[in-house]
């Protein structure tokens, strides 16, 4: 594909940001996008300064291409009350043999030691979720010279990135796995078709379209729809470069990834998934669950159980409504799969 669109001044050679993906990408599935293509990325909320610029140096050392460091800027609340939540986690702890292990690493907020990070990296783009950190930091990132990408939700979060100057909104639909990104009033999800083409008609920056897109077809829409490029996530965890566990890497590509929905179990704030075990007997939400981001850590001793049995029953399976039509190949080619399945579909009429 000839026009990279927005992503063409980090030098991409393709419109697709490969997603971060939490606990699934890294530095060999950014390095199979970057090869492609496509602007690479790494999910830095679950890791500390040192390892964010290890990942960094490792990608660099590897390809030449545009990188992106994504963060989280949720608030982070007081440690609660979890004894609810124990308390319904309780038979599973007897049924599994489980005990209460280490305290898992939190998501953690963007903050000065991770802006630090940035200044010394200096990546392309520093992409966030849950909003933007406050100004004073989010100076800082645009003075070591990324690019900032914010996600929006809805419209009204959209104008609220651009406000503070964003340099391209990617628009995340409902069809999208994960997390989803809401941080102004609540979660409200809307088609990534309408959102797209709500955002691109309010103007003002570059819209990068994410949401249950697996192939050239979906890329090819979205830039029909007036976005710059995609950001393409689920289609990227069957490559043999992503960290997702065995059993949740078997599902992926069958007719048991359609049966996904929105949960808080996971972590407590809503996230897109495949249902489970846990999904199916409490229910995707539940009262009981502790706010974001502590839900995990009381499922961290089940989950290393049934993983090491081959089993999915207490794992977050996050997957876009795409995930039944994933195909499993290297990142390198199927980022320039993907490119060439969209632009063979320029221009063509749906």
């Not at 390892?51 to 490792?58: D, F, G, L, M």
């Not at 159980?305 to 290297?330: I, T």
């Amino acid at each position: 594909m000839s026009d990279a669109g927005v992503l063409a001044r980090f030098g991409a050679t393709v419109p697709i940001v490969q997603a971060p993906m939490a606990g699934a990408g890294g530095v060999a599935l950014a390095i199979g996008a970057i090869r492609g293509g496509a602007l690479g990325s790494l999910p830095c909320a679950m890791h500390d300064r040192a390892q964010v610029a290890a990942q960094a140096a490792e990608v660099r050392a590897a390809v030449c291409g545009p990188l992106n460091l994504n963060f989280f800027c949720h608030a982070l609340p007081d440690p609660p009350d979890e004894s609810a939540w124990h308390a319904l986690l309780a038979p599973y702890y007897e049924r599994e043999g489980a005990v209460p292990g280490a305290p898992a690493p939190l998501r953690r907020p963007f903050d000065d030691a991770m802006c630090a990070a940035v200044e010394s990296i200096r990546p392309d783009v520093v992409s966030f979720h849950f909003g933007l950190p406050d100004i004073a930091l989010l100076d800082r990132v645009r003075a070591s010279g990324a690019a900032v990408f914010g996600n929006a939700t809805t419209v009204a979060e959209a104008r609220w990135l651009v406000e503070r100057g964003v340099d391209a909104v990617i628009a995340q639909g409902e069809e999208a796995g994960g997390h989803a990104g809401w941080f102004l009033d609540r979660h409200a999800p809307v088609p990534l078709a309408a959102l797209v083409r709500d955002i691109v008609a309010a103007g003002q920056a570059p819209v990068i379209a994410a949401g249950g897109i697996v192939d050239g077809a979906g890329i090819a829409e979205a830039l029909r729809l007036g976005a710059s490029a995609a950001q393409v996530g689920t289609a990227y965890l069957a490559a043999p470069e992503s960290m997702i566990a065995a059993a949740y890497r078997a599902l992926l590509g069958t007719a048991a990834a359609r049966d996904a929905a929105f949960t808080t179990l996971f972590s407590g704030r809503e996230a897109r998934g495949i249902r489970n075990r846990l999904m199916r007997e409490l229910g995707p939400i539940r009262a009981e669950v502790p706010a974001f981001p502590y839900a995990s850590a009381a499922l961290a001793p089940l989950r290393a159980l049934a993983e090491a049995d081959g089993r999915s029953d207490y794992s977050p399976l996050w997957a876009g409504s795409g995930a039944a039509r994933v195909r499993s190949m290297h990142a390198e080619e199927l980022t320039r799969t993907l490119a060439a399945e969209a632009d063979a579909l320029a221009g063509v009429t749906p």
